[in-house]
């Protein structure tokens, strides 16, 4: 609780039972952007100003709406010297089109050139193969207390079992959902993270697979197909990146869907509840919450031909 009497949104959040199933962002791919030291309220909007004019921050958000590109601002976890370069990740989510790429840069200004679009529909050809996942943490704090409090644990934890790979990053959607981690370029989002189970997801994701304790979904899918996808993993013990694939959801309702899944051969017709939990609470960050919930009302299967 705070000194108001009102508890932070992720703490809300789990005391009213929500849970993450099906809140993955819609990001198909991303830019990576080093900014190391302090971090304003703005500083994501700052960074992509110098990179890409005054205009950047704008240019930016029109193309994570319509292309999926998501610009996010990152830094090393802990107390960092200057190296005088900065690091610049970008790179696909998508399965098919999946890559990561590095450049590195000595100001910001040096992006200018940047080809977003190819970076958001292509399939690279911009800097070095990153050839293991990155562990991306939110823990801007001071766009929202939550991403501080439980985000710097998870990334501090991150960075010393996997120190090449852990960075700390600006907010990619899901407040309430912290302590929150995106994998790239796996693009499977997990959160209500603690430290210990932060770890066990950078462990699958070393080997090419997904947990799915705490997995909020893959993102750049619809939050039905989400869902079906995670509870055709269950139903299968299949954890490889690609060995689920869901289709584009049949809607039933306002708030239901069917969605076709695909793994090892068999084809799950899977439909999906959404439902509000009947509670609701307000929270320091955001005020009154009314949460919902994603529910798998049926499986049905038939084997692929």
Request: glycine content about 12%.
């Amino acid at each position: 609780m705070t000194a108001t009497g009102l508890p932070h949104c992720a703490a809300l959040a789990r005391q009213l039972g929500e849970r993450p199933t099906g809140t993955a962002s819609r990001h198909r791919s991303l830019l990576l952007i080093e900014h190391p030291g302090t971090w304003p309220v703005d500083v994501r909007e700052q960074v992509l100003s110098l990179a890409f004019g005054s205009h950047g921050p704008a240019l930016l958000d029109e193309l994570h709406r319509d292309l999926g590109l998501r610009a996010l601002v990152i830094r090393r976890p802990g107390r960092q010297k200057p190296t005088g370069r900065l690091s610049i990740f970008m790179g696909r989510l998508q399965p098919g089109h999946r890559w990561l790429e590095r450049i590195t840069i000595s100001e910001h200004a040096e992006l200018a050139d940047l080809d977003l679009e190819a970076i958001a529909t292509g399939d690279g050809g911009f800097g070095q193969p990153v050839d293991h996942p990155l562990l991306l943490v939110c823990v801007h704090g001071r766009k929202d207390a939550c991403c501080a409090i439980r985000g710097r644990p998870v990334a501090d934890a991150l960075a010393i079992a996997h120190p090449e790979q852990a960075w700390q990053c600006t907010h990619f959607g899901g407040d309430r959902w912290a302590g929150n981690l995106l994998v790239a370029p796996h693009g499977f989002m997990y959160g209500q993270l603690e430290p210990h189970t932060a770890l066990v997801a950078a462990t699958a994701a070393q080997d090419g697979k997904v947990s799915l304790e705490n997995l909020r979904g893959r993102s750049g899918i619809d939050p039905f197909a989400q869902v079906a996808e995670i509870a055709v993993r269950e139903r299968t013990g299949l954890l490889g990146l690609d060995e689920v694939s869901a289709g584009q959801p049949r809607l039933i309702d306002d708030q239901s869907a069917a969605v076709e899944v695909h793994a090892a051969g068999v084809a799950y017709r899977v439909t999906v509840g959404r439902r509000p939990l009947g509670v609701h609470g307000h929270s320091i960050c955001s005020g009154e919450t009314h949460p919902q919930r994603f529910d798998v009302l049926g499986v049905d299967t038939s084997v692929l031909s």
